[in-house]
């Protein structure tokens, strides 16, 4: 059973049909659950509206209800006010309120309930993420007999940041009901076992806690991508097509430069404009030569601070625009939509430089997607040291966002990169993304709890 806040299938309205939801962890989780005749606990994204159980692919789907008001107080207060920006080195200042945390309390229960209600006897429970750390251990009160794991996506943070949290220790104590409980990276893991040792009695060292009796493995396994399918879109005529008819409407300069984002503050999209400018700024030369496009989706829109976060790089690519364009010629490009994965991949290939520039990021699925669709070891990938993914990507060019200069020089150096340095470094990042994608991850995670 995988238990996660939404369901890999979303309610359409107009049709009065239920369609998938794309994404790696359900393209990673479907064969799995059909093989397993498993089952998704998770919400249907529509409120006030209880669905009944129901298949769909070839698997089970059990929605869970939320009320309007359960919705806003659990999702858009505890977590994306509270938990989001706490576990995100607290870029943004998280706002502790009890009104917020008693509705993520109830929410978990109701999750932690349903999944009882709809339990095998020999099935194994498979929690997703930080919306629902307080379900393992309402499951274990439930249904002890179970093997349960968890997967966080996003990064646990240090101690002296999660220790602010007034509700700390009933956090560890839910994610301690789980017998296997994984994370993106080795620091990750590290903070939660410090974490758990000082705020609980539960004893032991990174990889292993006792607590209540039990043995808890801590486990290290970073997410990936259908990489396969990335590579396979990146060759793709249509696709290449696409690539092309982008640097043409951009009037074909020496250099692109992409940047996309769920327009989030932890993405550090404000700082790469900086840097952006900065680079204009020490080599005018690269004015008009250089295009840089910058891809965001639209994300928690009802989040005061995701609509301060919006104006203010709208307002920023204004100022910079106005400073360097000229006639039909701006340098940057923003795109504020969703685009379908075949688009997405076309901007993937147009570009020379990728642009990932997290304050903080549990992975960042983006660096990878862009380095399965360059199949002929082009393009140069610039890596802020602050995402997941910079345990693994060593042959990025890894950059200190917060460090304006060096941020503009790295940029600098990536656009000027010759091709067989790009190719040195593209060869050896695909190796690594195509070794580790998310079918090597779902199995780490699975083997470990004994699937
Ligand atoms: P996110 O914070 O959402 O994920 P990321 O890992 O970069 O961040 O994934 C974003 C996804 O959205 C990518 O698959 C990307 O292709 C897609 N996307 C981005 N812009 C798009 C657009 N304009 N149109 C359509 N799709 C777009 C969280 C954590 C990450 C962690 C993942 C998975 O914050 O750190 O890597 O979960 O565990």
């Known amino acids: 059973m995988v238990v996660a806040n939404r369901l890999p299938v979303s309610w359409d309205e107009e049709s009065g049909e239920w369609s998938p939801s794309p994404g790696g962890l359900v393209s990673a989780l479907t064969p799995i659950l059909q093989r397993t005749e498993g089952l998704w606990v998770g919400w249907s994204g529509v409120p006030e509206v209880g669905f009944e159980p129901f298949s769909h692919s070839g698997i089970r789907q059990v929605p869970v209800e939320l009320s309007e008001q359960l919705y806003l107080d659990f999702y858009t207060g505890f977590c994306n006010g509270t938990l989001w920006p706490l576990y995100h080195d607290a870029v943004r200042a998280p706002e502790f309120h009890r009104h917020w945390w008693r509705p993520y309390r109830e929410v978990n229960e109701g999750f932690a309930e349903t999944t009882v209600a709809h339990i095998g006897s020999d099935d194994v429970v498979w929690v997703q993420d930080y919306q629902l750390q307080l379900v393992p251990a309402m499951i274990r009160e439930r249904a002890k007999a179970h093997r349960i794991g968890f997967y966080l996506h996003i990064p646990f943070p240090p101690l002296e940041l999660f220790a602010k949290l007034p509700w700390r220790r009933q956090v560890i104590e839910g994610l301690l009901g789980s017998d296997v409980l994984a994370f993106q990276s080795r620091s990750s893991r590290t903070n939660f076992s410090v974490a758990a040792r ?10 292993e806690l006792s607590w ?11 997410i990936g991508i259908d990489t396969a399918q990335f590579e396979e879109l990146g060759r793709a005529e249509e696709v290449r097509e696409h690539a092309a008819h982008i640097r043409s409407e951009l009037d074909n300069p020496d250099s692109v430069i992409l940047g996309v984002d769920r327009l989030d503050y932890t ?14 700024d020490m080599r005018p030369e690269m004015v008009g030569k250089v295009s840089f496009v910058q891809i965001a989706v639209p994300s928690r829109e009802d989040v005061p601070e995701y609509q ?11 100022r910079i625009n106005g400073d360097f364009a000229e006639v ?9 939509r969703s685009f379908g994965a075949e688009e997405l991949v076309g ?3 147009a570009a020379d430089v990728m642009l990932v520039t997290p304050l903080r990021d549990g992975m ?8 399965a669709t360059r199949y002929d070891n082009t393009g140069a990938l610039v890596l802020s040291e602050f995402a997941g993914a910079s345990e693994e990507l060593h042959n990025a060019l890894v950059v200190n966002p917060h460090d304006v200069d060096a941020l503009a020089d790295t940029l600098g150096r990536a656009v000027s990169m010759d091709r067989t340095e790009q190719a040195r470094r593209m060869k050896a990042l695909r190796r690594t993304v195509a070794s580790k994608d998310v079918f090597w991850w779902a199995e780490r995670c699975l083997n470990a709890l004994g699937v």
Do not use: C, W
């Open 347 to 349: 901007y993937y290939r």
């Open 267 to 280: 993405k550090g999209i404000d700082l790469r404009m900086t840097a952006f400018k900065t680079l204009f």
């Open 364 to 371: 960042n699925l983006v660096s990878k997607e862009y380095v």
């Open 212 to 222: 209540q009796g039990r043995e808890v493995q801590l486990q290290v396994a970073p």
């Open 328 to 336: 039909g010629r701006p340098p940057i490009h923003y795109l504020y």
């Open 308 to 318: 301060r976060i919006r104006s203010e790089i709208e307002g920023m690519v204004g």
């Open 198 to 207: 000082r705020l609980t009695e539960a004893e032991g060292t990174t990889r």
